[in-house]
Each structure stands twice: as C-alpha cells, then as structure tokens.
DNA sequence: TATGAATGAGTATTCATTCAT
DNA sequence: GATGAATGAATACTCATTCAT
C-alpha cells in the first residue's frame, strides 16, 4: 500500500495480476479522489496516474461512480471487520466502542478515508445512493448498539445513543479532513487522545478516579 | 430567513432592494447545494429557484465560486460572532468552550451549514481556497485557545488541545450531514447532549459529582 | 425551403426569428442525415452547416434524437395532410388512393424523405421509437382503408389490402433511396409513372380500355 | 440455416470447418444487424451470439464492414441466380420478371434481407459503397432488361422501364422492414400476392381478361 | 486458434460565463 | 435590471481495432 506501484509490469499468473491492477485502479482513483475531490478528478487525470489510457480503466471498473463505490467500500470494509472483532470480544461495551474508535482511526486515515466520508448520495446514482447509505447506517447502528449495550452493563454512563454515536463518528471522520495536512500524529496516537477524550470527558476528574485506561 | 422568497417584486428603496435581492440568491444558493451538493447544483437550478433566469444572478454576483464563499461565510459568520460573544464573556474556558458550541451547533443546522463544512479548497480557486482556509484555521484557533484557558484556569482536564478542537469540530460538522434526514433534534437540544457528552464524558461518574450543568 | 440560409442574421421579432432558426436546424439536420446517414452525422457537422457552435444546437433542440424525430414528423406530416385531403374529397376510393400517392412523393423527394423512412426504432430510444412507429402505423392504416373502400366501391379490383398498401409504401419510399442520385423527374412525374403503373398493372390492357386516366 | 449453431467445436477437416466457422460468423452478424441496426451492433454483441471473443471474429473477417459487405453479397446472390434463371429459362419477359420477384421475395425474407437493402454507402468506405453500388445497379438494369424485353414481346403493356424496375425493387425492399414484425405470410404468399398486384393492376379488370395467372 | 489486454479516435451532452439588447 | 442567445471548454463513455501470448 505504499507509492501507487504501476503494476503493469509485474509478472505472475494471469488472475492474480488481474486483480493488482485492479486493485491499482482503485488505489489511484482513491488518492485522487482525495486530493482534488471527486467532481474534479476526471478519468483521465487518474489514467495518468497509472501511465494508461481512459479505456483501460473500464476494462477493470465499468464507472466512474463505481469507482468512488469501490473506494468507499475498501475504507468501509476495515471499519466492518474492527466491528467484527469488537463485537467477538469478551469485554464490555465500553470497550468494545474503544476498540472500534481504533480500527476506525486507521481507515480514515488510510487513503480510502476521504473516499469513505464523501462518497454521498449527491454524487451517486441513486442506486448507489442507497447501497451506501445502507452500508453506512450499517456502522452507525452498530455503535448506537454498543453504546446502549455499556449503558446497560454499566461501562457508560447514562446518555443518548444516538448522538453519541453521531458526535464519535463526526469526529471520527472529520479526521479524513485535516489528516491530509497534518498527518503528525498517527492513526493510533490520534485514537488514544480521542478514547481519553471521549471516555473522560472535559471537566476534570476527581484526582484518583481515571476510568479513561480500563483495568 | 423562510421560503426563498422571491424578493423580485419588493418595492423600497434601490440600495435596500439590491441587497435584499442578494441576499435571496445566497440563499437560495445554499439550499440548492446542501440539496445537491455544490458540483451537482447548476445556475440554472438556482435561477429556477428564484424564478429568474441565469444571467440575472451574474448581477448579484459575480461567480458560482462565490456563492459558495458566500454561503460559507454567512455560515461561518455566526460561529465567528458565538466566539466573540464567549471572548467577551465572564466565564470559565470551559463555560466559554460550551457557549460556542451551542452557537456552532446554531450555525451547522442552519441553511448554511452544509456550505460552511463542505466548501473546499477542492471546489475553489486557489485564492479562494486560501481565504477560506483562512477563516476555517481562525475558528480552529480560538476553539484550541479555549481549550488550553480552560486547563489553565482548572475548568479542564489534561487534554491534547488540537485534538480536542478537532474532535469538538468534527462531532458539530457531522451534524450538517445527518441533519437533513433527521432533524428530530433542535439545535439547542443536540447541543445540550453534545455538551453533557464532552464534558462529563461516556465513563460513568460517581454519583453526586455531575460537573456539565454547573453554572 | 430553398438552400439553409443561415437565418442567424436575419431581423424580425424575436418569437419569429426563433422559430425560424429551430425550422433550419431541423432543416440543416434533414439535409446532413439525408447525405451522411444518422450514425455518421455528428452534431458539429450539423452545427457547421448553420455556422454555428454545437451547444448552439441545443438551445433549439434537445437531442440528437429529437433532431431526426422533428425531421421525421415534417415529412411525415405532409403525408397526412395529403391523406386529409383525400378523405375530405368526393372521389372514389381509388382517386383518392391515386391523390395519396401524388403528395406521399412529393414529401418523399423533399428534404425530409431520407428522415422519413430510415427513422427507426433502432436509432431511437423506446419512447421514441414507439410514437413514430404509431405515426407510421397510422399512414399505413389510412392507406389499407383507401383501398377497402376502393374495392367496396367497385373502383379497385379484388385484392389484398394490406399486401397493396405494403407494396404501394415501399415503392413510394424507395424513391428517397434513389432521388439523391437520380433527380431527373420531378415528383409529380414519379407519381403520375407510379400511378399509372399501380391502376393499370403490367399485363397489356385490351385496347380501349384505359382505366388510369379517367377523371 | 436454424438458430446460429456455433460451430466452434464441430469436427471436420480444416478448410471445411474453418468455412463454417466463417458463414457462422457472418450469419450471426446478419441477425444482429437486421435487430439492431448496423451501427447500434458492437463487434461484441456479435461475438456474444457465437459464444466467441471480439479479436476471433478478425481471424475469419477482416473489417465490421466486410462483415456487412457479405450479408450483403449473400442476400444478392440468391436475387442475382434468381436473375440468371429468368435468363436462361424459355418465357416471355413479363413470365422472367414475375419469376425473379418470387426469388427476390425469397432473399429479401432470409436472414439477410435487411443487410441487403440497408448496406448503403454511407455506412461503408468509399471502395466498399462503390463495388456495393455496382452490384445494386446491376440488378436494376437486369430487371429494367426484362420490362423492355417483356414491352418488345408484348406481354407487358406500355411503361416507364426505369420507374418500373424502381418501383418493383421499392416494394420488394420494403418487405425487409415489415417482414420482421409481420411475418404471417410466406415469402412465396407475398410474392404471389405482388405478381398479382403488380400484373393486373389495382383497377378492376373486365371480366373474364384475367391476365395475371399466365395460360 | 483464440483471447486478454490495451488503445486511439470519436461523440453527445453539460455548464459556467459573456454580451448585445 | 433582466434576458435571449451563444459559446468554449470539459468530460464520461463507446467501440473498432491491434497485438503479444
């Protein structure tokens, strides 16, 4: 996942190459998704990216609105599979929610992370439209979930799931926004401060009473 | 600040009409891009709205560009004038920080909210980009000066400034996004959850300590 | 209806002055899919036709298809105004059959006839396709009438009608295929060889009776 | 002639079967013509219809034009020994005439009726509409041949040979249009029905002159 | 033989912007 | 003040064609 590898020229069998480049034609799409926006990115621009012409890229991506698609579900994936594990976990939901805050640092943090936040429904078809919304709202049930669940076993305080999941994940994803240019921190570091930030709170601690690093 | 009403048929006096005019066009603006987003939004759609033809908005302005600057500023303008109102308040950082949350929560619900979070450097000429930039650091910087004054003063616990900011920021942000769905919340009340949420943060407190609704 | 003056300079009021540039689009449009067919005609061909810039088109026309479907009705509309006249007349059924084909040759040798037969559903969105297939269905209906009347009325001999108007229609359609090269008749001529052909059939008639030209 | 079977593992020496390959090939580019239009067929459409790749249809045809140059030389040929028949067989003119009608009504119902008319010089290179236009004429001038010859020995009555040949060939081509959506008569009921139309005339005939079933 | 991969050329359509009236 | 008319520039997408394998 390093520079943008043309893999045009790597050799090995014949799938698997297939599916380099296409992951190519993703990773290129999604960086510059991310750099100039998705209405300012044309096919072109992305096409020199990868040193190939215009019609190559749909021999591996039928649109451009599928790209943005596929970029938004490689970062969406990651945030998936760190649900998956939190929700596996013998822990509470406290720490569950924390686990997720960290694996969804590292996606937006990773070069899909633009992609994941501004894939919206304006730029898609609205067939689109609707798998991610649901994709999306898939996540955000899954921390109101979580939420709820610490309320219950006591790990959370009282409060609305709701906004809270909303405010974690404004947060969350606002990082897709300044991590472009301030990059200082990392995916991890910015997790931590957040996880001290939203489990303590603001108002000072009585001395003696962190509950922010869990026992 | 109602139905765009179309003011292309209000008497009064030149100046006043002028501006009021303008005035209609931003707005209309801005609900075209929230509904549209900005790249999706054609003059056309806009003039449609105000029942006017497209050059008729080049006389109230001079740029697509600067409708959104506009719209962006109108937004920005109130969190700006809620950060001078807690500049000038008698107030603990803290009580100031939450004051300024209530006017931003105010300001992303509104009309101009999804410009102020979405116009980008992306979407603008470089000089324009920077302006915005500009302004955007302004807020970043006295939510930031907030944030230390309240550690200083003993109103805020140990916490990394910046990404205090930026999670404070992010969480308001969001709001433009999924207040177009569901606006079930006032601004005031999702600023009231926001606030209790920041505060008192989601580790339960030991009873009797509730320090968010402190006066 | 002479050659496409350019009526981009011409004065008269406005309401006018624009219908007269939409009817020399569509005329310019007649004239270039006639030469270089519809898949070979590009809009800028038409455009330069008329001097003018391709966008220019679309202020009068909003599609290409829309273009060979205006053509298409103008030619096709003269065919119904000959088939009008005929119903209206006092005449037999084959004197009104024998009026028909006059003003369906004269429309087929106008710029219009190449538009009015290769118009296909092929070339046309669904939508489209169907209205025109219904507006040739319909000619074809008037004609299969006109010859069921003749033979009621004694004034066609027995035959079947629709095989009649298929081969009258494909006849009369075919000159638009030849004209282009071959415009040594005039289409009254053609229409008087046809008519004169279709009454009295290729057998030798007994001498005396000539049954084409009677009044 | 059945559904296109693809020969693409038929056994059979080399020559032969890549002959077979080849006819599958163009018959399939027939079909798909004939539905869809020449231009509005992609190379891979065709290849669909074979179960084969775009690039093998190069290995038995050089050009997408080609492709359509032998619908079309396949569809005239059986109209030209329809010609060469009437040429060698014992008749009057009017009785070789009537004969290459069945045959042309034949040809223009196959798969390759449509290509037969449709192939026009607008779709093709200049070389290709120019052998294509040739073949065309040579017809027209055999069927104008068999008027002249059919006035000289007095089976046809007086006429215009060139509007004569036109107007036959018009309603013979046509048939290709409607043939597909209406094809309840037989190639040989259409003709029939033709030669009957085309002998005797619409007018009545004086009974007991029936001229069209020769004695 | 057949195909996977790649490309060059072409085209309809959209839209912000301008300007004479 | 407002508009009808026109345009330049840009862009997604298609497709016939080629070539190494």
Request: aromatic residues 8%.
């Given at each position: 996942m390093g520079k943008p590898t043309s893999p045009w020229q790597v050799p090995g069998d014949r799938e698997r190459r297939r599916e380099l480049k296409r992951d190519a034609v993703i990773l290129a799409a999604a960086r510059a998704f991310r750099e100039r926006g998705y209405h300012n990115t044309s096919l072109d621009d992305i096409a020199a990216l990868l040193h190939v012409t215009k019609p190559t890229l749909y021999y591996y991506v039928s649109n451009k609105e599928q790209m943005l698609f596929e970029c938004f579900r490689e970062g969406l994936g990651r945030v998936a599979s760190a649900c998956g594990e939190a929700r596996g976990a013998q822990a509470s939901g406290r720490e569950r929610l924390v686990e997720v805050v960290r694996g969804y640092a590292e996606a937006i943090t990773s070069d899909f992370g633009w992609c994941m936040v501004r894939a919206e429904d304006q730029d898609l078809s609205p067939a689109m439209g609707a798998r991610i919304k649901k994709l999306k709202s898939g996540i955000d049930q899954e921390m109101r979930a979580l939420v709820r669940q610490g309320i219950t076993d006591g790990s959370i305080g009282h409060c609305d799931p709701k906004m809270t999941a909303f405010a974690l994940a404004g947060a969350l994803n606002w990082i897709a926004h300044w991590y472009r240019d301030?990059?200082?921190?990392?995916a991890a570091e910015i997790a931590e401060r957040f996880v001290e930030l939203f489990v303590n709170g603001l108002a000072p601690r009585p001395s003696g009473v962190t509950s922010g690093k869990s026992p």
């Amino acid at each position: 996942m390093g520079k943008p590898t043309s893999p045009w020229q790597v050799p090995g069998d014949r799938e698997r190459r297939r599916e380099l480049k296409r992951d190519a034609v993703i990773l290129a799409a999604a960086r510059a998704f991310r750099e100039r926006g998705y209405h300012n990115t044309s096919l072109d621009d992305i096409a020199a990216l990868l040193h190939v012409t215009k019609p190559t890229l749909y021999y591996y991506v039928s649109n451009k609105e599928q790209m943005l698609f596929e970029c938004f579900r490689e970062g969406l994936g990651r945030v998936a599979s760190a649900c998956g594990e939190a929700r596996g976990a013998q822990a509470s939901g406290r720490e569950r929610l924390v686990e997720v805050v960290r694996g969804y640092a590292e996606a937006i943090t990773s070069d899909f992370g633009w992609c994941m936040v501004r894939a919206e429904d304006q730029d898609l078809s609205p067939a689109m439209g609707a798998r991610i919304k649901k994709l999306k709202s898939g996540i955000d049930q899954e921390m109101r979930a979580l939420v709820r669940q610490g309320i219950t076993d006591g790990s959370i305080g009282h409060c609305d799931p709701k906004m809270t999941a909303f405010a974690l994940a404004g947060a969350l994803n606002w990082i897709a926004h300044w991590y472009r240019d301030d990059a200082s921190l990392s995916a991890a570091e910015i997790a931590e401060r957040f996880v001290e930030l939203f489990v303590n709170g603001l108002a000072p601690r009585p001395s003696g009473v962190t509950s922010g690093k869990s026992p």
